[in-house]
C-alpha cells in the first residue's frame, strides 16, 4: 500500500492533486461524521484513520495543502453560527473559510518535506501544538472509536510503523506495519460511574430566545419543574445545563432562596452567570442541603470568551466582533464538588475538553454546556467525542448536561 502510494509525487494534474487531498480529508473526518449519524464501526474508523495518516505523509505537496483546508472546514464550519447572535452574522461564511485556512497552514507545514520521516515528526509535533489556544484539533481523536488507543505513544507508533517501508527494501518493505500490533487498544484507565443517582436535564432553548426578558419566567419554572420532578423520583443529584437560568444568579435573591429549599430533598448543579467586583464569571452553582456553592470557569474559549491576542488588538476585536461579551474572567483553578462525600470536578462546557479539567486526582467531572450556538451542526458530536478521549486517557467518567444536544454520561 504504501509503494503505491508513492506515485502521488509524480507530476499530476492540479485536480488530481484537489481530489487527493479531498479524499484524505474526507478519511480523515470519517469518525466523525460516522458518529454524528449514529453509526458504531471501529473497524472502519481504524482503517480510515490509519489510511488518512498515511495519505498524509506520503502525498505530494499541494494535495497535503488541500486536504489541510478541507479538514478545516469538515471539522469546524460552525464555529461561524455563533457570530448571528452577536449581530455580526454576515461574518459567518468569512469565520468557516477563515478556519479552512488555519488548518491549510496548520497541515501545510507537512508541505514543507517530501522526506516521510520528517512528515511523520512534524505530524506528531502538530498534536501538541494547539493554534489560538484552540485545543479541538486532537489528532488522535481519529482513534477515540477504534481498535487503536488514543495515547501519545500509541499515535507516535502508527506514525513510525507507517513511515517505516519507505526506507526498507522488498521483502521486508511492509514489516513495520506490524509495530501496528503494539498501538492497540489493550490499556484504557479503568472508569467507574459514580455512587449516586444523577438525573442528567438536557434542554433545547434556541439561543435567540434564551435571554429574551420574556422568556425569562417560562425558562426559571421549567427548571425549578424538572428539579421538582428529579426530587420525586428519587435521585440524589440532578444536573442541569451551562447558564440553565440565563441570569445573574446572585442579583436574584427570591431564586436562590427557592433552589436553596429545594436542594434539602435533592443536590441541584446548575448554570448561570456571576456578577462580582464588576466582573462577569460563567459559573456552575452547586445547591446542597441548604449551602450555595460557586464553581468559576478556569478555561474560557478562545474569541468566544476572551481573545487570545496581544492587549491593543482584545479591545477593539471584543468590541467589534462579539459586542463587548468576550470579557468573562477566567478562575485560577479548578473547583471540586464535594456532595455526599462524592468529589466531582467542576467543567463548563470547553473545560470538560481540556486536560487542565482532569490534572490532579479526578474519577467523576460535571460538565455542563450549552450548544444552542452552533445550532443546527456536528458541534455537539465533536465535543462529545473529546470528552470520551479525555476521560479515558485520565480514567474519568463524565456528566454531561447540555442545552440543545450531547447530554449523557461519557465513559
Known amino acids: ?202 434542554t433545547d432553548i434556541k439561543q435567540d430566545q434564551k435571554w429574551l426578558p420574556r422568556n425569562k419566567n417560562h425558562i426559571i419554572e421549567s427548571n425549578l419543574n424538572a428539579i421538582r420532578k428529579a426530587a420525586k423520583e428519587g435521585y440524589d443529584l440532578v444536573i442541569l445545563p451551562e447558564s440553565a437560568f440565563p441570569l445573574f444568579m446572585n442579583t436574584h435573591p427570591k431564586l436562590q432562596n427557592e433552589l436553596t429549599k429545594l436542594s434539602h430533598n435533592i443536590n441541584i448543579v446548575t448554570g448561570a452567570l456571576l456578577k462580582e467586583k464588576g466582573n462577569n464569571f460563567n459559573v456552575t452553582y452547586l445547591f446542597e442541603n441548604g449551602d450555595i456553592h460557586i464553581g468559576k470557569k478556569m478555561v474560557l474559549v478562545p474569541f468566544g470568551e476572551y481573545i487570545p491576542l496581544p492587549k491593543f488588538a482584545q479591545k477593539m476585536i471584543n468590541e467589534y466582533f462579539f459586542a463587548g461579551q468576550a470579557d468573562f474572567v477566567e478562575a485560577k483553578e479548578p473547583t471540586d464538588f464535594m456532595i455526599d462525600g462524592v468529589k466531582f470536578r467542576n467543567a463548563i462546557c470547553y473545560e470538560a475538553t481540556c486536560q487542565e479539567i482532569y490534572n490532579g486526582d479526578v474519577n467523576y467531572v460535571i460538565a455542563i454546556s450549552n450548544n444552542a450556538w452552533f445550532e443546527p451542526s456536528i458541534e455537539p458530536t465533536l465535543q462529545k467525542l473529546l470528552m470520551r478521549y479525555y476521560a479515558r486517557k485520565n480514567g474519568a467518567t463524565i456528566y454531561h448536561a447540555a442545552n440543545y444536544k450531547g447530554s449523557g454520561v461519557i465513559r
Open 1 to 202: 500500500m504504501i509503494k503505491q502510494i508513492t506515485i502521488f509525487r509524480q507530476n499530476r494534474p492540479l485536480m488530481f492533486d484537489i481530489s487527493a487531498g479531498i479524499f484524505t480529508a474526507l478519511l480523515f473526518s470519517t469518525f466523525l461524521y460516522l458518529e454524528h449519524w449514529g453509526i458504531s464501526f471501529k473497524l472502519l474508523n481504524t482503517l480510515s484513520g490509519i489510511l488518512a495518516l498515511a495519505l498524509l505523509l506520503y502525498l505530494p505537496k499541494r494535495a497535503v495543502i488541500v486536504s489541510g483546508f478541507f479538514i478545516g472546514l469538515l471539522w469546524f464550519y460552525w464555529i461561524g453560527y455563533s457570530f448571528k447572535y452577536n449581530g455580526v452574522g454576515y461574518m459567518q461564511p468569512l469565520v468557516t473559510l477563515g478556519f479552512g485556512m488555519i488548518y491549510m497552514l496548520f497541515f501545510g507545514v507537512l508541505s514543507l518535506t517530501n522526506n516521510v520521516a520528517l512528515r511523520a515528526l512534524f505530524l506528531l509535533a502538530l498534536s501538541f501544538f494547539e493554534p489560538f489556544d484552540f485545543n479541538w484539533m486532537q489528532i488522535e481523536l481519529l482513534f477515540v472509536e477504534s481498535y487503536i488507543g488514543v495515547y501519545k505513544y500509541q499515535f507516535a507508533l502508527v506514525l513510525v510503523a507507517l513511515a517505516l517501508p519507505k526506507y526498507i527494501k522488498k521483502p521486508f518493505t511492509y514489516l513495520p506495519l506490524l509495530l501496528l500490533v503494539f498501538a492497540l487498544n489493550y490499556n484504557e484507565a479503568v472508569q467507574h460511574e459514580a455512587p449516586l443517582k444523577i438525573k442528567l436535564i438536557q
